[in-house]
């Protein structure tokens, strides 16, 4: 049963992740950390997300993540994420990673699929321009078309021509939709991949995470005892607590950084 945060409240749960002996803490980036915008590599942090979870990366015993479907390099550009940061990526729905003093771990791309991608790109480009609005965004292992600055009726035209296309050229790629966003990928790994990774990697007790869309359900319905979901915005989920904004979600970070840096050791 999801129920509202209540900012200004004692809450159990928030309190109990805030005291797991090892905290990760991982955050979608769009609509979550930053607000959506209409131009997709426009997007940043807020402020007040970026102070809260420089909060926590600083604590011991603590792990800050931001886990999307963007491909690793516009994840980096967008989070303004340089070589000395201590927070993990997990871009391209858990296919690509980046760890604090390793850098990039190098995914496999098969060379097939690669040279696919690229054909597709060159058959949806031009197919696009008669789509106002509509803009392609080449990743690592896929493709993802944004629907959000055209009008609606021109955004679901565009994807229908899309899903043409890879019926006809890439029926085993994966699909997903999101918020007025249609993606292929020619990887299977989801944001649930991306948790198991991490939770084995960081040793996490606990885990906090937090999305906004689709693709963030499938990190949400695999979180377990003593773990939190947050779900940012409307829509049917499986988190625990639903917040309204990133705002919130920047205030809901201050308040676990908060109980955490006060616990007993």
């Given at each position: 049963?999801?129920?509202?945060?209540?900012?200004?409240?004692?809450?159990?749960?928030?309190?109990?992740?805030?005291?797991?002996?090892?905290?990760?803490?991982?955050?979608?980036?769009?609509?979550?950390?930053?607000?959506?915008?209409?131009?997709?590599?426009?997007?940043?942090?807020?402020?007040?997300?970026?102070?809260?979870?420089?909060?926590?990366?600083?604590?011991?015993?603590?792990?800050?993540?931001?886990?999307?479907?963007?491909?690793?390099?516009?994840?980096?550009?967008?989070?303004?994420?340089?070589?000395?940061?201590?927070?993990?990526?997990?871009?391209?729905?858990?296919?690509?990673?980046?760890?604090?003093g390793q850098?990039?771990?190098?995914?496999?791309?098969?060379?097939?699929?690669?040279?696919?991608?690229?054909?597709?790109?060159?058959?949806?480009?031009?197919?696009?321009?008669?789509?106002?609005?509509?803009?392609?965004?080449?990743?690592?292992?896929?493709?993802?078309?944004?629907?959000?600055?055209?009008?609606?009726?021109?955004?679901?035209?565009?994807?229908?021509?899309?899903?043409?296309?890879?019926?006809?050229?890439?029926?085993?790629?994966?699909?997903?939709?999101?918020?007025?966003?249609l993606e292929?990928?020619?990887?299977?790994?989801?944001?649930?991949?991306?948790?198991?990774?991490?939770?084995?990697?960081?040793?996490?007790?606990?885990?906090?995470?937090?999305?906004?869309?689709?693709?963030?359900?499938?990190?949400?319905?695999?979180?377990?005892?003593?773990?939190?979901?947050?779900?940012?915005?409307?829509?049917?989920?499986?988190?625990?607590?639903?917040?309204?904004?990133?705002?919130?979600?920047?205030?809901?970070?201050?308040?676990?950084?908060?109980?955490?840096?006060?616990?007993?050791?």
């Open positions: 049963m999801t129920r509202d945060w209540k900012p200004g409240r004692v809450d159990a749960e928030v309190s109990a992740i805030a005291r797991t002996e090892h905290l990760l803490v991982a955050l979608d980036f769009d609509g979550t950390a930053s607000e959506l915008v209409a131009d997709p590599m426009a997007a940043r942090a807020i402020p007040a997300v970026r102070r809260a979870l420089a909060d926590l990366a600083a604590l011991p015993e603590t792990t800050v993540a931001f886990v999307s479907g963007r491909s690793l390099v516009h994840l980096r550009e967008i989070a303004e994420h340089d070589d000395d940061s201590p927070v993990v990526l997990a871009g391209s729905h858990g296919a690509q990673y980046w760890y604090p850098g990039e771990a190098q995914a496999q791309e098969d060379d097939p699929e690669r040279m696919l991608r690229d054909t597709l790109i060159e058959e949806l480009e031009p197919l696009l321009t008669a789509y106002p609005g509509v803009e392609l965004e080449s990743k690592t292992f896929g493709i993802g078309i944004h629907g959000r600055p055209a009008r609606p009726e021109v955004e679901q035209a565009a994807f229908a021509a899309v899903d043409q296309v890879f019926a006809r050229r890439a029926q085993h790629w994966r699909r997903r939709t999101g918020d007025r966003i292929y990928s020619s990887r299977d790994e989801g944001k649930d991949t991306a948790i198991a990774v991490l939770r084995e990697r960081t040793g996490a007790t606990g885990i906090l995470f937090a999305g906004d869309d689709v693709t963030d359900e499938d990190a949400l319905r695999v979180l377990g005892d003593g773990d939190l979901g947050v779900r940012v915005g409307a829509g049917e989920t499986a988190a625990t607590l639903r917040v309204e904004s990133p705002q919130q979600i920047a205030e809901l970070l201050e308040v676990i950084a908060s109980e955490r840096g006060t616990r007993p050791e």
